[in-house]
């Protein structure tokens, strides 16, 4: 999923830079902004729904972590240690990989309002003087 939105961050970068250009340029169609916005709030979406299920995954492997930290301090077994360690390394990833995910999706928000405002800027360029 990193490699995905790392690929679509690009992309939308390049998308934007395209349009932003021409944005007074007549041959930019209304109908391509809203096709682009429309696209980029299907891809939000899939994102905040990963971002959802990483932070659950990521909370109980936190809270785990703190209940295996209680018992390696209450009772210093090799088990309780072992667990403890074991858990801290699956939730680095976990915690590296939901940072990953929340950034890019506050980028694709920020790409979005980018494509708003230029929605609004083409509209604005194509009214008729005087309205």
């Known amino acids: 999923m990193e490699e995905r939105l790392k690929n679509y961050v690009k992309w939308m970068d390049g998308m934007l830079a395209e349009l932003e250009n021409r944005s007074q340029d007549s041959g930019i169609q209304r109908a391509r902004l809203e096709k682009e916005k429309n696209e980029l709030l299907v891809q939000i979406g899939f994102y905040q729904h990963e971002r959802l299920v990483h932070l659950i995954v990521t909370v109980l492997f936190a809270l785990l972590s703190m209940l295996a930290l209680i018992w390696v301090t209450v009772s210093f077994t090799p088990a309780a240690v072992a667990l403890l360690l074991l858990f ?36 604005d360029a194509n009214k008729p003087a005087g309205q």
């Open 88 to 123: 801290f390394v699956l939730l680095v990833p976990y915690i590296r990989h939901y940072y990953i995910l929340e950034n890019g999706t506050q980028k694709l928000y920020r790409y979005y309002d980018r494509l708003e405002a230029l929605f609004d800027l083409y509209a």
